[in-house]
């Protein structure tokens, strides 16, 4: 049951219109994924391609490929700039999720058509992957698979019969809440159209979840729910989706895209009426604003909310539209605001993906890539990363259009990259943060791949802190074409699951499509660590004699970008790395900025005592040993670091508790390559050994 509260119409001067429509979402049921009986898990999914000529959403894609072809022919590759990359992503470990059979028989994940793929990972290391139509679970740290039945069908969250459809799954991890969400469609027909809002009651998937149920046809106008997306706020769940008329074509089908803003809070704590509101009829300048994505935060849940949108149908286009709603649920001045902003580089829609089955002559054969719209993306700060699927007009070939949108309140712009491969059609990509700090903006994007020569698979891609982009690392090569709709057409994506591990943030998880040796798609699991943070440190080192005022501080910028600037700010004045007329027991600091604006802030207490000659590694060169004698006037940690000439952490050596008086660092050198390194030990953020160390050949 649903109640509807009030609704209000509100207009903009600006061409911006929306509609408001208040709910209370009522609970349906408290789910216990233990309870799960697979039974037959009968389903039936259409298989058929769109008509040639047909009126519907994919009948008009299958025309707009014609022309992406005939505008954006195959072209030879072109050949390869030179150019700065980055590191290519490391893959840690990866798996296919499988089933598991009361006989003891296994089989690989598989689902409707297409996958669908979505994942969440908690700090706690629960990973949960949803496909078409069920959703398993897997404890990465033990190494077990969760659920009694190893998955839980859609039918079972929804609390519902095997006389509907359930589709579109999507999965999120609110690391503030440490809880899951987990939301997915019902039926495509007004009169039965609903979405299912799931919230867990605890970290543990196994235990009951608070299912919720939102009308599809929200506004009893004749419409179904279509293409969801899902992001959180501190307080609150966004959902948007596109509301579809039925039975009409594609050209006046489609009724606009709405959000949902839900009280996250009541869902999981299981109250009987969940608190929402309906965003509706969003235009700008009269024209609906298409598959608005909720951007979520970088490192978890954003203080603000953001929605992206283009013209996902266009053949070539360089507008795209921010949406951004003021106000929290319970405000009732709360407003949407809708901008348009041109990219400096144009996207368009990707042609299809091209297998071994693929009439090459025929641009409507091959692995379905939908539209333009934005699928993925991220907030940091007051930029915007985000992916889309695009054509790469230097080949005709499908690639990512990856958007780096800045000032989303103020004065607005995108810089655009197409990021295309000279033999692979790449498509379906999502994108996650994978700094520390809030200065650094690299990232990994995920994404599937195809081409004649290559059964389609799982790759990603690096992009560093100076907007360098790793060379593609394939995740999972495919073991055979997809093929499970009769004749060269078949389907791919609709989407690719991605999450960083908020707690260990250079971790990242995936989980993308690939084909299977009996032609089925499967659902590959990939594990990934970004080559590099970048994380910018400092330290301080003294010399000279502090007891009679003539201390000297010397700062080192470690990490980051080089070149570094320097700001003492204890003491004042000083605008470089030495900072002079030091006394015993002052207390130093220095502001280090390296290339890319990161900061960082160093302190250190002085020693009352002269500092004495700096200590020496001896020998150097070396081969296979280092030796370091160091004094410390007390008992303190040590840190052992070696970098490379450009301050880059190459490892880090030791980190310890020393003894006061007189101590011997000494360390084999077996996983350092021949060449020059500066070996730094710290106290307490003080550095009291850097030099150069050179490693020979033995």
Known sequence: MVKQLFLSILMFFSGVTFAQTQFLIEKIAEVDPKSYDPGFEARIDNLEAPVPGGESYRGFLREQKVKVREMFPLQPAAPIQNKTQSMEPGLLQGFVPARRFPAGNTLPLTGGIPNDNTLAISNDGILLIAINSVVWAYDTKNDSVLFPNTVVALQTFADGSANHSYYDPKLYYDEDADRFILTFLRDNRPNTSQVIMCFSSSNNPTDPWNAYVIPGNPLNNNRWTDFPALATTKDEVFYTANLIIPDVSWQVGFDGSVIWQLDKFAGYAGN?????????????????????????????????????????????????????????????????????????????????????NTVLTDPTSGLDINDARVLGGFLLDDQIQFTSTAVNPATGLAAIYHGVLNDPKGNTSIDGTILGDPTLDIAYPNIVWTGIDKCQKQAMIGFNYTSPNDFAGVAAIFYDNQGNYSNLKRLKEGENIINRIPGTYDRWGDYFGLQRVFNDPRKVFAAGMFGLQNNLSGTFVAELISPDTMLLEGAIAFTGNPAFCQGVATATGIGGVPPYTYEWLSPLGSTNEIASGICSNDKVSVRITDATGCETIVSADVLPAAIAAPPLAYPSPFVNQVAVQFELPRDQEIVARIYTLQGQLVDEVIRKSAKAGLNELTFFTEPLSSGTYVLVISVENREIFSQKIIKQDP
């Open 272 to 356: 009987a009426t969940l608190p929402s509101k309906l965003w509706s009829d969003v235009r700008h300048n009269g024209r609906f604003t298409r598959n608005l994505f909720p951007v979520p935060g970088a490192a978890g849940d954003a203080e603000d909310i953001f929605f992206l949108s283009n013209r996902n149908f266009d053949l070539q286009n360089d507008t795209f539209f921010v949406a951004h709603i003021t106000g929290k649920l319970d405000d009732p001045n709360a407003a949407l605001e809708v901008k348009a902003v041109v990219a400096d580089v144009p996207y368009g829609l990707a042609p299809n993906g091209r297998q071994a």
